[in-house]
């Protein structure tokens, strides 16, 4: 147990100055208005975990605040008017009130002082599910509830900032002792029945944290899943739309970062794929087909860096397109469905719902082309990252020709252009179509090679 002062150095220890500085005026506003504050959440957890000595000073991106009221009805909106009353004392802030949580955010974007910085001032709350997987409603109440409502222990600690007894350590629930066995635990048994959310957070702290999954933990985490929690956010019930979301974000925080792979190798341990459909496994196909798809990416973002060339872009985020991989695993007739629950962009959806009618095209039609201008004809309808779909589920013959597509035949420039052809005599119209991509087939096909060979073929292919 950390005594409160030794806690209180801690913080200005370990906090860069314009941080301590900001939560000791928070603190002050608190105590004006008799009220008490807490530091909560990650901030507490991540100051704990900050490396002891010679380290830099934390520069936080997050932090959790919480107002405990004495009164339950009078303090209702005790963060939001904290919110404001720091706003005062901080003009170069944003603020942003969510009425039904009494929630308010305090925001600096590219903040010379404090960088990016998001500020939650919460007012000490209970949240009660009316029935699992719901949305929280709110009511006023103790910190103690309002920690008990969070995702795990090392997640409940809180540090009181107002005076008397600052700097206090309130550990309701054996946070400190799961930070130092390194363990990820649950408050209770229902939490990720409540919030299947939770499943996602469990693997992403466990992997970025290296801690582990505590076994009791992990029989919720396989007990929820084996009944069906998963299913609830699927159905057609109105709360769905609102915790797939959640998904698609705790899902796009964990492909797009840098232990992905680790995670997502948990995630498929704990069978917990089944959040995209029940019968998504992550067996060695899949995994094949997300190491070629890293190949491709690598490949295309150094090829781009290189020549700067546009095309040569994966224009989607790779969390997206691996997500698209999980995806396009499942059987044809489930991917629109699981696109359209995770309400996905539109191209990806499109994406989903005509890979396998363009697999099939591709595949069938591609062993027969014998000239480079076949094949451009062929995938030219294509985007890039249809292509890439299409390559990694596809036989090695198939993937090949595609990737020389992508990589080569889809970028050769056209050796002659319409104002070209107009310099050169021809009646501009609709055969110019027809023209430059009968010139472009030539050059694919290494029939001509130069400027001057592009206008011999075209003279003697199309008179003036
Ligand atoms: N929380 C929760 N259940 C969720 C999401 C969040 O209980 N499904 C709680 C956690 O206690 C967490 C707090 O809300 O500490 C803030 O959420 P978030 O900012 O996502 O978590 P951090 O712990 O700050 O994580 P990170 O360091 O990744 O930002």
């Known amino acids: 147990i950390i005594p409160p002062a030794a806690f209180l150095r801690l913080l200005s220890d370990r906090l860069a100055a314009p941080f301590w500085e900001l939560l000791t005026q928070a603190s002050a506003q608190a105590e004006q208005r008799g009220w008490h504050l807490y530091l909560v959440g990650g901030g507490v957890r991540d100051l704990l975990l900050a490396k002891q000595n010679g380290a830099a000073p934390l520069y936080l991106q997050d932090i959790d605040l919480v107002v405990d009221g004495f009164h339950r009805t009078a303090d209702v909106g005790a963060g939001v008017e904290l919110a404001r009353a720091l706003q005062q004392l901080y003009p170069a802030a944003r603020l942003e009130i969510h009425g039904a949580f009494q929630t308010a955010a305090l925001l600096w974007h590219k903040d010379p002082i404090f960088g990016s910085l998001w500020i939650d001032i919460a007012t000490a709350r209970t949240e009660f599910y009316p029935y699992p997987a719901a949305n929280p409603e709110v009511e006023a109440s103790s910190i103690r509830q309002d920690l008990y409502r969070r995702d795990f222990t090392i997640n409940s600690l809180a ?143 150094r090829e781009s860096r290189k020549s700067k060339v546009k095309s040569q872009n994966v224009p989607i985020p790779p969390w997206l397109l691996r997500l698209e991989v999980l995806i396009a695993y499942l059987a044809p007739e489930y991917r629109d469905r699981v696109a359209q629950n995770l309400q996905l962009p539109d191209d990806s959806i499109y994406r989903l719902r005509h890979l396998q009618q363009a697999q099939e095209r591709v595949s069938t039609a591609l062993p027969s082309c014998r000239l480079p201008s076949q094949v451009f004809d062929l995938l030219r309808q294509y985007d890039l990252p249809m292509l890439i779909l299409i390559a990694l589920r596809s036989p090695r013959p198939v993937r090949s020709l595609v990737w020389q597509y992508v990589t080569q035949w889809a970028n050769v420039q056209p050796l002659l252009s319409g104002h070209d052809l107009k310099q050169l005599g021809y009646k501009p119209g609709p055969q110019y179509r027809q023209i430059l991509d009968d010139l472009l087939a030539a050059t694919l096909d290494g029939i001509i090679r130069d400027r001057t060979e592009a206008e011999s073929y075209l003279f003697e292919h199309y008179p003036r």
């Not at 299913?231 to 698609?248: V, W, Y």
């Open 159 to 301: 540090v009181r900032l107002t005076p008397p007894r600052a700097g206090e350590m309130l550990d309701f629930f054996g946070g400190l002792l799961d930070l130092q066995a390194k363990q990820i635990r649950v408050l209770h048994a229902n939490s990720f029945i409540e919030d299947p959310t939770r499943i996602y957070r469990a693997v992403r702290f466990a992997v970025r944290l290296e801690f582990a999954i505590e076994p009791q933990t992990e029989n919720y985490i396989r007990y929820a899943i084996d009944s069906g929690v998963y299913k609830r956010t699927q159905g057609n019930n109105s709360r769905a739309p609102a915790l797939q979301t959640r998904l698609k974000n705790e899902l796009k925080y964990i492909l797009q970062a840098p232990y992905w792979q680790a995670a997502l190798s948990l995630l498929g341990d704990l069978d917990a794929l089944q959040c995209l459909h029940e019968t998504l496994k992550l067996d060695k196909t899949l995994w094949q087909q997300l190491r070629f798809l890293e190949r491709c990416l690598r490949r295309f973002n």
